[in-house]
Each structure stands twice: as structure tokens, then as C-alpha cells.
């Protein structure tokens, strides 16, 4: 099966190939849609042959001796272990749905040909990241993978906050991507070869100190920067500058696993450097619970959905650090399905509605005109909210109980490797795994009151309001919307001091709620645009600016469809005691058995396999969800009209504003880089610079100072050249 | 052929060497030092003679009546018909020395310095009779090497000769072409404006 | 006889015309003194051909050589002190200075005339270019 991975991802890059030679002659524009579409969809459904073929069985690898370096050597080659099997699935998936999906939402934009090229790119570096055997093979389609999202977060490069965010993105995964290289010099150093199964049999058997341990440190960098964990989460929210399906496949589904799935890969060089576990939990603890509450804080639908990315992966971190690897692999594949259905029903309703802000999309009863979306939607938020029995609830609830597992184990344990994450670990994650449970359960019903919230109570405005501002495309000043709504929160409510606090706040939000609209407003044009061109082409169905008519195209739905159908039923893989474990292998490649867990004779302690539902791990779940559930419910009863995060008090403003990381980062890294820039060009400029300006100054004071001597007397000149020779003659007679 | 011998030991031709040599030297600083340049073109005609009487001395009989006839009869002449066509002050000047002089001076005693000690070092001992060499400096024995060996740069020398004597003529001629004294008369305008 | 009485003299003789031909103004004078060099080696030549009295006489011979190229010599410089005077009124030769640079020590050049000479002038705007043209930098900055 191997072989058959080692060319699946030449599909994808042979479809990019296809297509980008179709950008650049500018014909054949309408073999787009199959060439984007039909590789990407060979690609998926030879993952699952590979999958299948896989079965339970053992890692096997087959690989081409590349380059003879002297030292280590490269491969190209595919390493199919479970893990890989499985997000390679949900990779091909998540890209077939997406490029499908694409198809209608992005068709008649101008530059889409690039776009389809550019994801095909993207899936073909990814399946290398996924299979690669090599781990330098796995950087070059790591970086390729940052290179493409450059490019498809700047896909609307004409808007200023595209090109930002699109920058943004590349240099703070950059920024991670440095140590990330490192720290595989250092593994390849220790174990002298590049390719993964040797790596993990030298941390294996030598344990985590020197090289290993160096390396599973640095290597949390990149993880760090493609996962977006605290501090270098800050790109991924800005990121949602992109197209929406871009956001779906890059940003919640694929590209941000990346990190997360090299943390799994090479999951034994990480369990055996306490240090790095620490690391990866206390970052992903902070990320996991800063990010649900920023989404709870925001407003527009797409940052929602990407903070709530954020802290979903944190959640995987947390879990890989307390040692519930086959718990996070579960929740990434759960979470890669759901967010994306989220994500692509964003880009529907966004089309529909002409905006992303969730307090306008609340007035514009989506849950009638858009039934196939709500529908889905509210299965995507229900699994993210983790209500049972969707995916969302199962796989939260197995980190849950693995973080559980950690928590209270003692003394050694009968395995491999023979030890566990810290107990304090194992404590961290569960209270972050709660608190989080609890926070994520609060923002999904919050965002689905906004979107599909009973419009007849007035939710947040008045109707009378709205009537009157719908018409005006586009919005009023900031400043102007700003007293609207203080107006509109005085009418509903009676102020009270907190609020007066708060107008300020209001102001702000105002403002964003414009840039949001600004934001939204090349989708939504693109989307006219290919309404005005169908028109005019084949006369299909009507799509005004806002569509009417059919919810969406077949294609935008489809995938909407297939990924909540799956989001449904998948978190029952996680009921049978070892069945995903077996699927997914043990953390070295080798094949899972049962009875060889009991004995310890895997990596992990039998109960890391384990993603059978605990008693006490659902109970605490579901106390979350509930509490998560009902402070929503209360806090919007509490304040009829308003948007239910109030209850965040104080909190609301800097979770609103992602608390300050972008400034923090500024502080920290932007601003001393620039002194440091300043610095250099100051050092340039005045001091490298003043000594060849010096010599050119010096020769010329030489010449000036030469030329006075030439005055043309012949006399002068001879005397010179005798002297010359005298001294030259004397110098010879009497040199020696 | 040659021997060394002290230098204290003098013969009564080194004594004549000596005082004819100090006439020589005497008469060349004159002619580089003094004012009037009359004075000193005569000084070099005694200079060039005091030359002569060492070749004899040296028992280089023809050089020296070569020396005689050309550099004494021709060469002064020569020089004081340039001092006249340049009309150059007849009597005693103070402009014959440049502000170079010092620079000059020093440059000569270098120079002096120089050659004496090497010149010095080199053959401090040496010692030869320039009697025997008497045979060597006949207008015989010169005659026939000179056409016995060197008829080839004599030759040449016969051209140099004609190239310096036409190039002289053409120099000194005022109408050589037309180009050649228009350009010459835009010197000389040249030369007048400046002047 | 010792060899180094005459090479002595040579050598004075020589510095003596090194002497002359720097210090003297009149190109005439500078002519008499290049014949003092000359003399000068003349006299080694003589010296050596005595001492050591070779089968071809060579040391003679070229005595006699060095006699004639400095007739030559003479004739020609002086046609050309002729030329210099012609063209300029004075046989002086550090008053021919027009290969001088401009504002050299002790160099006074004559202010260019109104009559489209402009020399001078010229001068100064090529060096100022060709300085320019060869430090673009520091006229930048």
C-alpha cells in the first residue's frame, strides 16, 4: 500500500500542473472544474484503497534513494502507518469537498483557475507532509503548504486587510518554522537519517535527552506556528481574509492539523521529553481557553469559526501532551469534518446574506430561506458544542478521559516505553478540556442563536430598525451606527453603569462591524459577479447580489451534506473499546493488539488506546455542555435583544479583541526587529558606509592633494624621477 | 693587464690626471653655476677641452682629437649660435636659475654622493698603465675596429645622423606646408594672447 | 694608474650636469648641461676601454658613437629651443607649463580671455566631471 502512497500525491500536483499551464495560456477555462475537481477526487479514493489496504496492519514504507548526501540521506518515499492513512482520508476528503464546493462559489471569479491550482498544490503538499517518510521531504511540503496558504489568504490581494493577513500568516508560521527545521537537524542528527521510523526507534531506545529532546523542543516551534498555538495563534483569525473555502480546507481542516499530525507522527520523541509535554500543554491550556472565549466575544461568523479552530487544535495539543494521542488523532478528524461543514456553510450563508456579521445575519431569518444549511449547520455547531451523539461530543469526551487517565495514574505503567505524561499534565488538560467544554458549548449555541434565532423576538434589534436600514446597501458611518445602536441597546434595555462603561466598546464594535462588511463585500461581489455573467451567459437561475430562489448551488451543498452525514455518525468510532486504536496503530507505526497493550508491549499504557466512553469523563462532559448551554440560555433571556456574550462582563472587550496578542507579539518581536532593522541600517549607513565613503573621500584628498604638484614644470618632474633613481641606486649599492 | 695597488702610491700621470681632472670638474660647475650665459657655454668649451686632455691621458688619442674637433669646435659653436638665434641675455642674469635650484642641488650631491661611493667601493685598488693601452687608441687601431666590428651601428649611426639633420631642418624652418603654419600661427596667437 | 681617479670624475661630473639640468632656466643652459652628462659617461667609457683594452675596442668605439648621438642630439634640441622660442619669446623652461593642473603650486595661469579661449575654464569643468563621473557617490550624497 505504500507504493500506491507514494504516488497519490503526484495526482493533486499534476491537476495544479494541468491548471496552472491553463492560467497561463488562458484557454481550456472550461476543463477547470473537472481538472480541479476529478485528480483531487482520484487522490481521496485512493486514500481510502490505501486505508483499506492498510488495514490494522504494521507501518510499511517503501521509498526511492533520492539524493546521496555523505551524510544523511534523502527518500522520497511514503510511510503508511494508520495515522497516515487516516488524515491523508480526511485530507483527500476535506479537498474533494472543498474543490467541489469551489466550483459553483468561486467559478466565475476571475482569477479561479489560479485558486484551483493553487489548492490542488496545497492538497498535493499536504499528502506529502502526511506520507512522507523523510522528514526533510515532509519540510519541503510543509513550507510548500505556508506558501500556497500565502497565497490563497491573499487570493483578494486588491483589499489592504488580504495582503496584511496573507503576510501575517506566512511570517508568524515562519516564525515557527525556524526552530521547526532545527529541531529535524537535530533528530536527523541523533539519528543519524532524516527518515521517521529510525527517529522513533532511537528515542525509543535511547530515551529524551540530548538530540531528542533538542529536537522535540524546537519542533514545538513549527508546531507553534502552523497550529496556531499561543503565542503564534494570532494569523489565524486575520487568515479569514481568505476565501471561505480556503478557510474550510486550510484553515480548519488540513493545513492547521499539519502541526498536530507531526506531533502524532513522531509522538515517541515527544513522550519520552517531559519538558516538551509540559510545553505543548501549557501552551495549548492557554490557547484552548483564551480562543473559545475570544469566539465567544466576536462578531463576525468566519473569525467565530476561526478562533473556535484555534481552540479546538489547542485541544488536540493538550490531549497529545497528556498522552491521549489516539484521542487527539480522533478529535482532528472529527473536528477537520465538522469545522469544515461549518466553514462551507459560513460561505453559504455569507453569499446569501451579503454579510458575515452575526448580529445583521441574525434579522435575516436564515433558518427558512437556507433549510438544507441550517440544518447542517446546527449539526456542525451541535458536534462542535459537543452535544452527543455527534462526532464533536465523542472525541472531546475521549480527551477528556485520557487527560482523566493521567491524571490519576501512578506508579509505573506496564508499557513500552514505560512512562506517562506527568500527572500534573494529565490535571492541566482536563481542567482546560472542561473549561473549555463548558466555553465552546456557550459560543456554538450563542452562534447559532445569532444565525438561526427566533426572529420574531426582536433578537438584538428592533424590527422597525431594521426595516428601516435594510435598504441602505451600503452601511452608514461608523460613528452614526454607533449611536444606532447605543440607541437600540437604550431602547431594549434600561443602561445600567456597566453599559455606559461599555459604549465605548459599542463604537468599536461598530467600527468592526464595517470592516466586516468590507470583508465580506468581495465575496459577496464575486458572487454577483457570477450571477451578472451567468446571466448573461446561459441565463440560469437568478442570483441577485443577496440570492434569491434555491438556497445554493447543488455543488455548495453537497458537500454540506456528505461532511454532516458523516459528522453524525463518525464519533461512534470512538464506542468500540480499541477499534480506532487498531485503525490508527500504535505510536511507533507498529499494529495494534489488545492483548499486547495489556501486556506493555506498545508505546503507550494500554488505557491511552482507549477511547471508549468513561462514565465519570461523560458526566463531566455533559456538565459542561449543560452549563455551556445554560448560561447562554439564561444570559439571553436575562437581556432579550442582546447579544448574549454580555455575560463575559469585563472580559468581553479583550477577548473581543483576541487579548492583545497582535499587540503583544508587536511589543515583543515587530517593533524590537525594526530598532534592531533601524539599528543595522543606522550601523550601515554611518559606520560600514563612513569607511568606503572614507577611502573614496581619502583618495580623492589624495588626488587633490597629487594634483598640486603637477604644475607642468619639466624640471620639477625630473628632479622627481632622479631623485627616484638615486634612491632606488643607493638602495641597491648599499642594501646589502 | 690590470693589477691592484694602494692608493698612496702615485705616479707622476695620476698627478697630471688629478690636476687636469680638477680643471675639468671646476670648469663644469662653472657652467652649471654661473651667471652669464656666455660665460658659461665658454666654461663648458673649457670643460669639454679639460675631457680631451684626460682621454689623452688615458692614451685614447683619437677620442681625445675627436673630442676636440667635435665637441670643442662643433658643439660650442653650435651653442652659442642657439644662444644668439634665442637671444638670450648676452650678460650677467639672474633668471638663468629656476626656483628648482635647491630641490637641484640636493638631487646632485645625492647623485655625487651616490656614484662616488659605489664607484669608489667597486675599484678602490684598481690599478692599470695606460701606456700599454697606447696601441689601443690610434686613429689606426680605433679605425680598424670600428670598421673591422661595428660597420653595422656605424651605419646606423650614418642614418641617425640624416634623421636628426632633416628632422633639424624641419623644425627650424618657418614654411614647412600650409597646414603646419596654420597651426603654427594659431600657436603663435596662442602664445601671444597668453603672453 | 688608479681606476678611480677618472671614475671619480666621471661621477662628479655627472652629478654636476644632474645639477644643471634641473636648475637652469634656459633651455640653451639645460642643452650644455646634457652634454656634461654625457661627457660624463663618455669619460667611464674611456676609463674602462684603457683598463681593459678588449680585442674590438669597443670602449672607443662607442666613445666615438656617443659623440656623434650627442651632436645629433645638440642640433635637434636646439631646433626645437629654436621652435620654443619662436612660439613663445623666451627660451625659459619652466614658463612652458600648459600641461599643468589647475590650481597646482605656484602655478598662475592667465584668467580666460573674453575671446572665446575659455581654456582655462574647460579645464576646470572636465576635471570636475571626470571627478564626479569617477566618484558618482560623493556627489549624491
Known amino acids: ?496 453603569a456597566a453599559d455606559a462603561a461599555a459604549g465605548s466598546e459599542w463604537a468599536l464594535e461598530a467600527l468592526v462591524a464595517e470592516s466586516i462588511r468590507e470583508k465580506t463585500a468581495a465575496e459577496v461581489a464575486a458572487a454577483a459577479d457570477a450571477s451578472a455573467s451567468a446571466e448573461a451567459a446561459k441565463a440560469t437561475k437568478a442570483k441577485t447580489k443577496v440570492r434569491t430562489g434555491p438556497e445554493a448551488p447543488r455543488a455548495e451543498l453537497l458537500p454540506l451534506v456528505v461532511l454532516a452525514a458523516v459528522t453524525t455518525v463518525f464519533g461512534f468510532a470512538g464506542l468500540n473499546l480499541g477499534w480506532f486504536a487498531s485503525w490508527l496503530g500504535d505510536a511507533d507505526g507498529n499494529a495494534y493488539h489488545a492483548k499486547a497493550a495489556e501486556a506493555g508491549k506498545l508505546i503507550q499504557p494500554a488505557d491511552a488506546y482507549h477511547l471508549g466512553p468513561g462514565l465519570l469523563s461523560i458526566l463531566l462532559a455533559l456538565l459542561a455542555l449543560a452549563l455551556g448551554l445554560g448560561v447562554v440560555l439564561v444570559a439571553a433571556r436575562a437581556k432579550p435583544g442582546t447579544d448574549p456574550n454580555h455575560v463575559l462582563g469585563f472580559l468581553r472587550k479583550p477577548a473581543f479583541l483576541g487579548f492583545r496578542a497582535d499587540d503583544l507579539q508587536d511589543a515583543v518581536v515587530v517593533r524590537p526587529t525594526q530598532a534592531a532593522a533601524d539599528a543595522v541600517g543606522f550601523l550601515d549607513t554611518e559606520v560600514v558606509d563612513a569607511y568606503v565613503r572614507g577611502s573614496g573621500h581619502a583618495a580623492r584628498l589624495l588626488g587633490e592633494g597629487l594634483r598640486r604638484i603637477q604644475t607642468g614644470n619639466v624640471q620639477l618632474y625630473l628632479t622627481g624621477v632622479l631623485t627616484g633613481v638615486v634612491v632606488i641606486a643607493a638602495a641597491l649599492g648599499f642594501g646589502r | 693587464m690590470t693589477t691592484t695597488r694602494a692608493l698612496s702610491s702615485t705616479t707622476g700621470v695620476e698627478i697630471t690626471f688629478v690636476l687636469v681632472g680638477l680643471l675639468t670638474f671646476g670648469a663644469a660647475i662653472l657652467t652649471v653655476t654661473v651667471r652669464n650665459l656666455v660665460h658659461a657655454a665658454l666654461w663648458l668649451v673649457v670643460s669639454l677641452g679639460g675631457l680631451a686632455g684626460c682621454y689623452l691621458l688615458l692614451a685614447a688619442e683619437f677620442v681625445a682629437w675627436v673630442q676636440v674637433l667635435i665637441y670643442v669646435g662643433a658643439v660650442a659653436v653650435l651653442l652659442l649660435f642657439g644662444l644668439m638665434l634665442t637671444r638670450a641675455p648676452i650678460g650677467r642674469t639672474t633668471e638663468l636659475d629656476s626656483g628648482n635650484r635647491w630641490a637641484a642641488a640636493v638631487v646632485g650631491l645625492a647623485t655625487a654622493g651616490v656614484l662616488v661611493s659605489v664607484v669608489g667601493d667597486a675599484v678602490r685598488t684598481t690599478w692599470f698603465d695606460p701606456r700599454q693601452a697606447v696601441v689601443n687608441g690610434t686613429a689606426k687601431a680605433v679605425g680598424s675596429s670600428l670598421f673591422r666590428y661595428w660597420v653595422l651601428p656605424f651605419e646606423l649611426l650614418s642614418v641617425l645622423l640624416l634623421a636628426a639633420l632633416v628632422g633639424a631642418i624641419v623644425l627650424s624652418r618657418r614654411d614647412v606646408s600650409a597646414d603646419a603654419e596654420f597651426a603654427m600661427d594659431a600657436a603663435d596667437a596662442e602664445t601671444e594672447a597668453e603672453a | 694608474m688608479h681606476a678611480i681617479y677618472p671614475l671619480t670624475l666621471a661621477a662628479l661630473l655627472f652629478a654636476v650636469g644632474v645639477y644643471g639640468v634641473l636648475a637652469r632656466r634656459n633651455a640653451v643652459a639645460v642643452l650644455m648641461a646634457i652634454e656634461l652628462l654625457l661627457n660624463a659617461v663618455n669619460l667611464n667609457l674611456v676609463t674602462f676601454s684603457s683598463l681593459l683594452r678588449d680585442q674590438y675596442g669597443m670602449g672607443q668605439v662607442f666613445t666615438i658613437f656617443l659623440i656623434t648621438v650627442a651632436a645629433a642630439e645638440t642640433g635637434l634640441g636646439l631646433a626645437i629651443v629654436l621652435l620654443l622660442y619662436r612660439n613663445r619669446g623666451t627660451a625659459a623652461i619652466d614658463d612652458a607649463r600648459e600641461l599643468g593642473e589647475d590650481g597646482a603650486l605656484g602655478l598662475k595661469r592667465v584668467p580666460p580671455q573674453a575671446d572665446g579661449d575659455g581654456n582655462g575654464n574647460a579645464d576646470a569643468a572636465n576635471t570636475a566631471t571626470a571627478t564626479a563621473a569617477r566618484t558618482p557617490k560623493a556627489v549624491t550624497k
Open chain 1, 1 to 496: 500500500m505504500s507504493t500506491l502512497a507514494l504516488w497519490i500525491p503526484l495526482l493533486p500536483l499534476l491537476s495544479a500542473a494541468a491548471l496552472a499551464a491553463v492560467s497561463l495560456s488562458g484557454r481550456g477555462r472550461r476543463t477547470v472544474p473537472a481538472l480541479a475537481v476529478l485528480p483531487i477526487a482520484a487522490a481521496a479514493v485512493l486514500t481510502f484503497v490505501v486505508l483499506v489496504g492498510h488495514g490494522t496492519g504494521a507501518a510499511t514504507e517503501s521509498r526511492i534513494r533520492y539524493a546521496a548526501t555523505g551524510g544523511p540521506e534523502l527518500w522520497l518515499g511514503a510511510r503508511v502507518d494508520g495515522l497516515a492513512a487516516l488524515i491523508a482520508v480526511l485530507v483527500g476528503v476535506v479537498a474533494t469537498a472543498v474543490q467541489l464546493y469551489s466550483v459553483s462559489y468561486m467559478a466565475h471569479e476571475e482569477r479561479y483557475t489560479s485558486y484551483s491550482a493553487l489548492i490542488s498544490l496545497f492538497t498535493a503538499a499536504m499528502l506529502v507532509v502526511v506520507y512522507s517518510t523523510d522528514l526533510l521531504v515532509l519540510l519541503v511540503g510543509w513550507e510548500v503548504m505556508g506558501a500556497c496558504s500565502y497565497f490563497l489568504i491573499g487570493h483578494h490581494w486588491e483589499r489592504p486587510e488580504a495582503r496584511g493577513a496573507s503576510i501575517k500568516a506566512f511570517l508568524v508560521t515562519k516564525f515557527g518554522d525556524v526552530p521547526f527545521l532545527l529541531g529535524i537537524l537535530f533528530l536527523a542528527h541523533g539519528a543519524g537519517t532524516f527518515r521517521v521510523q529510525p527517529i522513533l526507534q532511537h528515542a525509543i531506545q535511547q530515551g529524551g535527552h540530548g538530540y531528542t529532546a533538542a529536537g522535540a523542543i524546537l519542533l514545538i516551534g513549527g508546531v507553534m506556528g502552523k497550529s496556531a498555538q499561543v503565542p503564534l495563534q494570532t494569523w489565524l483569525p486575520d487568515a479569514m481574509a481568505g476565501p471561505t473555502p480556503i478557510s474550510a480546507l486550510i484553515h480548519a481542516a488540513t493545513m492547521v492539523a499539519a502541526g498536530v499530525y507531526v506531533v502524532a507522527r513522531l509522538y515517541p520523541v515527544f513522550l519520552v521529553t517531559p519538558a516538551a509535554l509540559w510545553i505543548l500543554a501549557i501552551a495549548a491550556t492557554l490557547t484552548t481557553v483564551t480562543a473559545a472565549l475570544s469566539a465567544f466575544a466576536q462578531r463576525d461568523l468566519k473569525r467565530i469559526l476561526a478562533y473556535s479552530t484555534v481552540s479546538q487544535l489547542a485541544l488536540m495539543v493538550a490531549a497529545l501532551a497528556a498522552g491521549g494521542r489516539d484521542a487527539a488523532v480522533f478529535h482532528l478528524m472529527s473536528h477537520g469534518g465538522f469545522k469544515a461543514l461549518l466553514f462551507l456553510g459560513a460561505g453559504v450563508i455569507i453569499h446569501k446574506a451579503g454579510t458575515g456579521d452575526v448580529d445583521e445575519l441574525n434579522t435575516q431569518d436564515l433558518r427558512r430561506k437556507l433549510p438544507v444549511t441550517f440544518i447542517t449547520m446546527t449539526i456542525g455547531l451541535a458536534a462542535l458544542a459537543g452535544v452527543p451523539p455527534f462526532s464533536g461530543f465523542f472525541s472531546k469526551e475521549s480527551i477528556a478521559g485520557a487527560a482523566y487517565d493521567t491524571a490519576t495514574h501512578s506508579g509505573p505503567t506496564k508499557s513500552l516505553l514505560g512512562l506517562t505524561p506527568p500527572a500534573g499534565i494529565g490535571w492541566l488538560v482536563l481542567v482546560a478540556t472542561l473549561l473549555t467544554g463548558f466555553l465552546t458549548a456557550a459560543y456554538a449555541l450563542r452562534t447559532w442563536l445569532m444565525l438561526f434565532g427566533p426572529l420574531e423576538r426582536g433578537w438584538f434589534r428592533s424590527a422597525v430598525e431594521l426595516s428601516q436600514r435594510q435598504p441602505q446597501a451600503p452601511a452608514p458611518s461608523g460613528v452614526s451606527m454607533a449611536e444606532a445602536e447605543a440607541k437600540a441597546e437604550t431602547e431594549v434595555a434600561p443602561p445600567t
